[in-house]
C-alpha cells in the first residue's frame, strides 16, 4: 500500500521509499525510514497535502511525494 | 586578560533558537554576512566575568546532511569555524526528532552543551524528561530552559565553562565500521586540523564530493591523494550493495529512539489531544479558509483605521519643527537655496515617509508575529497548498504574500522559509503583486472619489469594500498567474518536495511580540526606505523649483511623459509621480498634487472633495482612475523592496526582473482598460 492511500486515523508502517534521491533525503531528514510508524490525521482542502503523526512531531507531505512511500498496516 | 570563546548556536527550526539567542546576547547583536556565507546570520556576544563569548546563530536545521543552504551553512560553519562550545537548543517537547540532529552533531564536535528549551510546555504536556539520564548517556550538560521567561540562562552560560565532551554515540553497520576504520588509518597520517577523522572518513563513504571540495579548501592541499582514493576505492566497492545515506541516517533515528525511550515518559495524551482539536477547526473543508480570511481581514482593517491616528500626530509634529529648522539653518547663514533644498526637499519627504510607514507597521507587523508565534502560520501554508502546487511554487508563499500586505520588503526577506531556491525566487519576484500598506490610502481614496462617491451609506462603505477587494484579488491573481509562467520559463522545474512541519500551539509573548517585530522588521525597514527618501527629496525639489525658460524640469518631464502615459489611460503626472514616488508608495499622491498645483513642495490635501476637483480640472476621467488603480496595484516595487531584493539574491537580474515583470503587467492591464472602457464611458 502507498502512503498517499492511507486514511485518516491509519496507523501504518513505513517498508520503502523510492523517491527520487534528493526527495528521500528530505524524508531522512524528517526520520521517516523504513520501520517508522506512520499515523495519518488529516488532509488539506484540496486533499493534495496530508498530514502525518512522524516520530512525534506532526509533518505534512504532499500526495505527489507521499505515494513514492510504501507502507503496510501494523500487525 | 579576558578569555574569548566562539559559541556556535545550532537546532532544529522553530525551539525558540532565536529568544535564547536575543536573551543571551541582549541587544549586542548584529546581522551579517559570514565570510563566504549567502545566507544572512546573527552574531553577537556576551561576558561573565572572565569571558568574551562571541555567539553565532546558526540556520535551523533538521539534519547536517547538507541538503539545503542552510544546512550547509550550520554544517560548515560547525567544521570549519571550530566553535569552542556548540549550543545545541532543543524542542523539549519534541525531543525525539530533535535528537538526530543533536547526535549529527556529536559527530562533528566533541564540546556540546544541550538547551532543552520549552520545558514548561512540556511539563503543561506531561512530558517527563529524565534530565540526569539523558546527561550521563551522553556525557554533556543538560541544561533545562524557559528562554522567554529567562529560565535557566545563567545555568547555561555556566555549563559553556564545563570541560565534559561527548561520548561517541553512533556505531554504525559492522560493515560500515570496518571501512571507517580503514579509511581512518591514511587519514592519520595527514594533517586535519580541527576535523574529525572519524566525521570525514563517513563523508567520503557518502560520496559528498560537494564537501570534500569544502575540506580540501580548509586544509590547503588535495585530501583525496592516490593512497587514500584507493582506500576509499575498495571500500565503496565492498559497499556497494548498500544505500549508505539510508543506513547513517537510520542508525541515527534509531539511536535517538533509543535514548529517547530510556529518559522521556508521557504521563498524559490532552495536550497535543488539544493541537488536534484546534487543527480540526482550523483547516476544516468549510471553516479554514474563512477563518484564514478573517485574520487577515481583522489585522488590515485594524492597521488601516488605527495608523490614522499616529501618522497625523506624527505628521503635525513633524511639521511643527519645519519652521523651527527654517529658522535655525537661516540663522547659521547657509544660502538660502540650500536652505529651501534640505527643509522643504529632502526633511518634507523624510517626514513624509516615517511618518505614513511607521504607524502601519508598528501595527501589522506585532499582530503578524502573534500568529506567527502562536504556531498557525503553518496552517494557512497547509490549507492553501494545493492552488500552489498547480503553479509549480510553495504553499509557504501564501505567507510571504501575507507579509506582503505589511510591507513587500519584509515579505521579499520573509521568502527565506521556502526551502527550494527555485520556488524562493518565484515568492521573491512576485512578491510585490500583493499591496502593500503603503497602497491602500490611495486605492481607498480614489474608489471613494471617483467610483463610490462621498456618501459614507453602508450601501457605499459595502461597495468600496468589494471594490477594494477586486483590486487585491488582482494582485493575488497575478501572483498566481505570474508564479505559473514564471516556473514554465526562466524558473523552470517542478514543484520540489514539500515537508512541512506543523508545531504544536503556543501561547504567544506579546510583549517580546511587541519589541521584537518593531526592531527587527519595522526599524529596518523604515532605515532602508529613509536611506532613499533622502536623494529622492532633494532631486522632487530640483525638479520642481529649477526653471527652464519658463517651466519647472518637473513640468518638462511630465509633459514629455504624457505622450506616452495617454495610452495607457494616465497622463504625464501620474506617471512622473510614481518614477518619484520610488522611495515610497504614500508619497506618489503628494507629488500628484504638487505637479497640479505646480507648487515648490509636497503638498497635502484638505479633504477629498478638494482632490477630486483638483484631479477633475486636470483633466481626469473615470478612466484615469482605474487606469490609477491598476497602476498603484500593478508597477515596479518601492526602493526599500529592491534594495532587500538585491540584499537577499545578490543578483542585479532578479531585481530587474522583479521591477519589470510587475511594471509590463500592469501597463499591459492599463491599456487594455484605457481601450475597452474608451469604447463604453
Not at chain 2, 544572512?40 to 556576544?45: L, R, T, V
Not at chain 2, 529560565?151 to 555549563?159: D, R, Y
Not at chain 2, 511580540?513 to 529622492?536: E, Q
Request: charged share 20%; hydrophobic share 45%.
Amino acid at each position: 500500500m502507498l502512503l498517499s492511500e492511507t486514511k485518516v486515523n491509519d496507523k501504518t508502517i513505513v517498508k520503502r521509499i523510492v523517491s527520487n534521491r534528493d526527495i528521500a533525503r528530505r524524508f531522512l531528514d524528517i526520520g521517516l525510514t523504513p520501520g517508522t510508524v506512520v499515523e495519518t490525521l488529516f488532509e488539506n482542502i484540496s486533499k493534495n497535502l496530508c498530514a502525518y503523526r512522524i516520530r512525534g512531531a506532526v509533518v505534512s507531505i504532499r500526495k505527489s511525494d507521499s505515494k513514492d512511500i510504501i507502507v503496510a498496516y501494523d500487525e | 586578560m579576558m578569555n574569548n570563546k566562539k559559541i556556535a548556536l545550532a537546532g532544529n527550526p522553530n525551539v525558540g533558537k532565536s529568544t535564547v539567542f536575543n536573551t543571551l546576547t541582549g541587544l549586542h547583536q548584529h546581522t551579517g554576512n559570514w565570510p563566504g556565507k549567502t545566507v544572512d546570520n546573527k552574531s553577537g556576544f556576551f561576558k561573565d566575568e572572565k569571558t568574551r563569548y562571541e555567539i553565532f546563530d546558526l540556520p535551523g536545521t533538521y539534519s547536517l546532511l547538507a541538503h539545503s543552504e542552510e544546512e550547509e551553512n550550520a554544517r560548515n560553519f560547525l567544521l570549519f569555524e571550530n566553535p569552542d562550545k556548540t549550543i545545541v537548543v532543543c524542542d523539549a517537547t519534541s525531543l525525539l526528532r530533535n535528537l538526530n540532529l543533536v547526535l549529527q552533531i556529536t559527530e562533528v564536535n566533541k564540546n556540546i552543551v544541550l538547551c532543552l528549551n520549552l520545558m514548561d510546555e512540556a511539563k503543561k504536556k506531561k512530558i517527563d524528561i529524565d534530565l540526569k539520564k539523558l546527561e550521563d548517556i551522553l556525557n554533556i550538560p543538560v541544561i533545562p530552559v524557559v528562554a522567554v521567561k529567562k529560565e535557566g540562562i545563567t545555568e547555561l552560560v555556566k555549563a559553556l565553562d564545563e570541560e565534559r565532551k561527548v561520548r561517541d554515540q553512533i556505531i554504525y553497520d559492522e560493515r560500515i565500521e570496518k571501512c571507517i576504520y580503514k579509511l581512518k588509518q591514511v587519514l592519520k597520517e595527514k594533517e586535519l586540523f580541527s576535523l574529525n577523522p572519524r566525521y570525514v572518513a563517513i563523508q567520503l563513504l557518502r560520496e559528498d564530493w560537494d564537501l570534500l571540495e569544502e575540506f580540501d579548501k580548509y586544509l590547503g592541499y588535495e585530501l583525496l591523494d592516490d593512497d587514500l582514493r584507493d582506500v576509499l576505492n575498495s571500500c565503496l566497492e565492498e559497499l556497494e550493495d548498500l544505500d549508505i545515506d539510508l543506513l547513517l541516517v537510520d542508525t541515527i533515528n534509531k539511536k535517538a529512539s533509543f535514548i529517547y525511550d530510556q529518559v522521556v515518559s508521557h504521563t498524559s495524551k490532552k495536550r497535543s489531544l488539544i493541537d488536534q482539536k484546534i487543527d480540526r477547526i482550523v483547516t476544516n473543508k468549510y471553516l479554514g479558509i474563512p477563518i484564514m480570511l478573517l485574520f487577515l481581514a481583522v489585522i488590515f482593517l485594524i492597521t488601516i483605521k488605527l495608523s490614522n491616528y499616529p501618522s497625523n500626530f506624527l505628521y503635525n509634529l513633524f511639521f511643527s519643527f519645519e519652521d523651527d529648522l527654517l529658522l535655525f539653518l537661516e540663522g547659521i547663514h547657509l544660502p538660502s537655496y540650500l536652505v529651501h533644498l534640505l527643509v522643504f526637499g529632502v526633511f518634507r519627504t523624510v517626514m513624509w515617509v516615517v511618518s505614513v510607514m511607521l504607524p502601519p507597521m508598528m501595527i501589522f507587523f506585532p499582530f503578524f508575529t502573534i500568529l506567527e508565534d502562536s504556531g498557525y502560520l503553518p496552517r494557512i501554508a497547509f490549507n492553501v497548498d494545493g492552488v500552489f502546487e498547480k503553479c509549480s511554487s510553495c504553499g509557504k508563499q501564501a505567507l510571504t504574500m501575507a507579509m506582503g500586505f505589511g510591507c513587500n520588503s519584509v515579505g521579499v526577506s520573509g521568502c527565506k522559509i521556502i526551502d527550494s531556491k527555485r520556488e524562493r525566487l518565484i515568492a521573491t519576484i512576485t512578491n510585490a503583486f500583493v499591496p502593500c500598506n503603503g497602497k491602500f490610502p490611495t486605492i481607498i481614496a480614489i474608489i471613494t472619489m471617483f467610483l463610490v462617491g462621498f456618501n459614507t451609506s453602508l450601501k457605499n462603505t459595502f461597495l468600496s469594500a468589494v471594490i477594494l477587494l477586486l483590486f487585491t484579488l488582482l494582485g493575488i491573481g497575478m501572483t498566481f498567474l505570474i508564479s505559473k509562467i514564471l516556473s514554465k520559463t526562466i524558473l523552470k522545474g517542478s514543484p520540489s518536495s514539500f515537508v512541512l512541519e506543523l508545531p504544536s500551539y503556543r501561547k504567544p509573548q506579546i510583549i517580546k511580540t511587541i519589541i521584537t517585530s518593531v526592531l527587527d522588521r519595522t526599524i529596518f525597514v523604515l532605515g532602508r526606505a529613509i536611506v532613499v527618501a533622502i536623494p529622492t527629496g532633494a532631486l522632487i525639489y530640483l525638479l520642481a523649483n529649477t526653471y527652464v525658460g519658463d517651466a519647472t524640469i518637473l513640468s518638462i518631464c511630465t509633459n514629455f511623459l504624457d505622450p506616452f502615459a495617454k495610452i495607457f489611460g494616465l497622463d504625464g503626472v501620474i506617471l512622473m509621480a510614481f518614477i518619484l514616488g520610488f522611495p515610497a508608495n504614500e508619497i506618489v499622491v503628494p507629488i500628484i498634487i504638487m505637479a497640479y498645483l505646480n507648487t515648490s513642495a509636497m503638498m497635502d490635501y484638505s479633504s477629498l472633495v478638494e482632490l477630486k476637483n483638483l484631479l477633475i480640472d486636470n483633466g481626469w476621467t473615470i478612466i484615469t482612475a482605474v487606469c490609477t488603480l491598476i497602476f498603484v496595484v500593478l508597477h515596479f516595487p518601492c526602493s526599500t523592496t529592491c534594495l532587500t531584493i538585491y540584499k537577499e539574491t545578490k543578483s542585479l537580474k532578479i531585481v530587474l526582473l522583479s521591477i519589470f515583470i510587475p511594471l509590463i503587467c500592469g501597463l499591459t492591464l492599463c491599456f487594455i482598460a484605457n481601450l475597452f472602457l474608451g469604447i463604453f464611458v
